[in-house]
């Protein structure tokens, strides 16, 4: 076996601190288990603990605090043969508590290793999530307020598989990991040590007293049976390789000549219902039929099904360098909704502009030239204003031609 600790960069902690013993044992396992550097990549985030990476000669990520698991999980999923060993402290643990548990959830083929001190070590000895109810900090009586968090009966509501808790001068340590690496699924260990530079000085306790406490939890000595199910990494290529591909992307034939010379800036304002967005993309694609470059920006509240719908399309001869509209050639006035929205626009409106707007609506003055359409007395119901507004530039010939917009309807709607 050959040793995997950098030798140019030798663990440095305080005299006493439990975390360079988890380092030597971490090492010893994975010897063990016969893995190279190449085969493995330490993951860490901000605290002591997330020193672990310069002590091993494997590949390494360190990255913000208590978001290690984030980059851990990217790292296998994208080489699943990857071994990845995250560490973190309790810091990390308090911190990036909704990543651990969605880890949980997930069951990726990762494996989370938490050296427990309960502080803030590295910055200070303030309290953390795991921090005993009767101990000191700097934190002063804060960490009285709230009761430590058992991550391992977290854990195992969350839903991880494999779940241990050891101190960290525990000889079976070696050994528990060598069965978390192995296990082929997420597995964590909540490692118990000693920090004697901050923890250790306001509080004294030994070794054998935290595990007594340890000794007070309930076990947690590996797999969780009710817990175990298809890892996610390979269910997810499983499932993935049963779909089928998806349809390549269509071509719009370029067979028209554009009747614009330069840019014209469209401005659909309408409400929820009134096919917007899709008129603003049926535009789009007519205009792509003739070779022009198009742009569009959607703007919609949350309640999609209620509210102003506002759309900005930009049709143009050469690429379009800035998306956004300040003075429109065109404005199609729809409703109260998307007019209130956009009304400023209307006072920079000129003779050269066009309104298209429904007879029955009111926008604020302006000078440029108006058609308006009675679209209940044609019979066309609110969903379809928008698309016949459409019909309206296309008889007039600019923006768009009829022959364009027959074309954006077919890209469209294909079939239908």
Sequence with gaps: MTTLLNIQRPPVFCPGCSHERVVRTLDDALQRLGLNGEQIVIVTDI?????????????????????ALTYATG????????TVITIMGDGGLGIGGAH???????????????????????????????????????????NQLEPPLDICRIGKAAGAPW???????D???????????????FSMIDIWGMCPGRFGKRNKISL??????????????????????LEFGGHYRSLAAQLQCADPVGRIDCKFSPPVSSRCDILLLGAAGQRINTAGEILCLSAMSAGMHVTQKSDYPITVLRGHSVSEVVLSRSPVG????????????????????????????DEDSLVIMADNLEIPKNNARTIEIDF?????????WALVSLSMLAADGFPITEEMLQAGLASRFADR
């Design 47 to 67: 605290g002591c603990a997330g020193l672990f990476d310069t002590f091993f000669n494997t590949h390494a990520f360190h990255g913000l605090h208590g978001r």
């Design 75 to 82: 790292l296998k999923m994208a080489d699943p043969e990857l």
């Design 100 to 142: 651990v548990l969605s880890s949980c959830r997930r069951n990726l083929d990762i494996n989370l290793l938490i050296l427990n001190n309960f502080n803030y070590g590295m910055t200070g000895g303030q309290c953390s999530v795991t921090t005993p109810v009767e101990a000191w900090t700097s934190s002063g009586f804060l």
């Design 163 to 169: 779940v241990g808790r050891l101190m960290a001068t």
């Design 171 to 185: 000889r079976e340590l070696s050994s528990r990991i060598q069965e978390a690496v192995v296990y082929r699924g």
């Design 208 to 229: 054998k007293q935290i595990e007594q406490e340890m000794s007070l939890l309930p076990e947690a000595e590996g797999r969780v049976s009710a817990n175990e199910r």
């Design 322 to 349: 800035y998306t956004g509209i300040i003075k429109p050639n065109i404005v199609i006035a729809l409703s109260a909704e998307g007019v209130a929205r956009r009304k400023k626009v209307f006072s920079l409106l």
């Design 376 to 384: 209940k007395a044609l019979g066309v119901p609110s969903s379809e």
